[in-house]
């Protein structure tokens, strides 16, 4: 048996154990997941987002909603914490979460999804009514091996809509017309299809297309004209990154399954609380902007960047690092970095076991060969126009430089970390919050 065989029948045992162990915990707790309004988010990138979009619309509508996702879940006036590094939980976490939601008085959970999670069979025992897809980039493909069967993966949510019981709301795929993966999805049987993005497609039965197009940004968030079918309708995000709006489209899609009007939507959206560790600003009275985001993939930093971009900030100054024992996407990160920001601090970001300054100088080398320029501690780095990288593997001490060089006017991008509650150092998870060490920061420089 050769060793590429050996690892898949290896694979294959594996999720046949997370198999039984989902069907078990389950039944442990009588299926909740099929009693439940189930509301699946899958994607590469913008799953967070948009589960938190879309539980505020539900809610400012009225539905008795709960939420799970990557950050946390929210039941009622109760917040859970989810784990660190974890988006779609184990089923031991899982199933008596949603039976909580259930006991709560709660009829509707919306619910990020991994591929993970799908192949891993962790959603196992609940009945999806709406499938949503954000977008399938190039990712874990240390875990799945190659892209068609990353797409495969996401794609089982959307198998499972022809599946288990009709709980009043009609089974409905959620589809970007814009994304790659949209060719394969539409082709999954449900009852009905909301397509946004939709300028990529035309509209055919059962089918509802949305979309929305900018009008204005600035650093306060966005303007935008929602369009559903042949209506439209003004609205305000107070997001930043044009991406975003996207990710709005795809929760104005799920309200569109629950039956909610586009009106009422679009001035929903206009009271949008911040999203922890997503295009999160700080304010402490600083005068430049100060970001938290989780962009951690090349698509998703290569997005934040060039929306901040076009903000036309004096000087673009970007933090962030590579996960060790991970996809080797150092090579994109580091010429993202290069070419999009003005400064590249790069630092740790969940080392794991892996040396950090090998992951450091990985990300140097690629950002040097996409014409980026050395910069030293202590240096305030080049002016608008040029590009400048420094290596400092401390990531507090990481941002602590970055704050002494901003300059007014400047957007300062802490990239990585996002919500999460820990920072993995040599292979030991330690506290972190980044939005409170940014914010400690500036305050001590000022």
């Not at 935008?224 to 995000?237: A, T």
């Amino acid at each position: 048996m050769t060793h590429q065989n050996q690892q898949s029948l290896k694979s294959r045992l594996k999720n046949l154990y997370h198999l039984f162990d989902a069907m078990w915990w389950a039944w442990r707790y009588d299926f909740p997941g099929k009693k439940l309004k189930v509301v699946g988010v899958t994607g590469t990138d913008g799953k967070t987002s948009t589960t938190y979009m879309a539980y505020h619309l539900l809610k400012t509508a009225g539905a008795k909603v709960a939420l799970i996702n990557t950050v946390q879940a929210i039941v009622g006036e109760e917040v859970v914490e989810t784990g660190a590094h974890v988006t779609t939980q184990s089923p031991r976490d899982l199933q008596p979460l949603l039976r909580k939601i259930l006991a709560k008085g709660f009829d509707t959970v919306i619910l990020e999804v991994t591929s993970h999670g799908l192949q891993q069979h962790r959603v196992w025992g609940i009945d999806f009514d709406v499938a949503v897809i954000t977008n399938v980039k190039e990712d874990h493909l240390d875990y799945h091996g190659t892209a068609q069967n990353y797409l495969r993966a996401k794609a089982k949510l959307f198998q499972s809509l022809h599946k288990g019981r009709n709980k009043g709301l009609a089974k409905t795929a959620i589809l970007n017309a814009a994304d790659a993966s949209f060719s394969l999805l539409s082709q999954q049987p449900c009852t009905s299809k909301i397509i946004y993005n939709s300028d990529f497609c035309q509209n055919s039965s059962q089918t509802t297309l949305l979309t929305a197009k900018l009008e204005k940004q600035d650093i306060n968030g966005m303007s935008f004209k929602l369009s559903i079918d042949s209506s439209q309708f003004n609205g305000f995000l107070p997001l930043l990154g044009d991406y975003n709006l996207e990710n709005a489209q795809a929760a104005a899609s799920v309200g569109l399954a629950f039956g909610l009007k586009g009106e009422a939507m679009a001035k929903a959206f206009t009271n949008l609380p911040q999203i922890p560790g997503r295009m999160q600003k700080i304010d402490a009275g600083q005068p430049y902007t100060a970001i938290v985001d989780f962009a951690h993939t090349p698509a998703a930093l290569e997005h934040a960047l060039k929306a901040l971009r076009a903000l036309h900030p004096k000087r673009l100054i970007v933090l962030f690092g590579c996960a060790g024992a991970r996809d080797k996407g150092r090579h994109r990160m580091g010429e993202i970095a290069a070419k999009l920001a003005d400064i590249a601090i790069i630092t740790n970001e969940d080392n794991r076991k892996e040396p950090i300054t090998s992951i450091l100088q990985d990300i140097a080398r690629y950002a040097s060969e996409a014409g980026s320029v050395q910069i030293s501690n202590g240096d305030k780095g080049p002016g608008p126009g040029s590009s400048g990288f420094i290596c400092i593997a401390d990531r507090r001490a990481a941002i602590k430089y970055a704050i002494q060089i901003a300059q007014p006017g400047d957007i300062l991008d802490f990239t990585g970390k996002g919500h999460e509650p820990t920072l993995n150092v040599d292979g030991i998870e330690t506290p972190w919050n980044e939005a409170t060490e940014v914010t400690k920061a500036i305050q001590n420089q000022s």
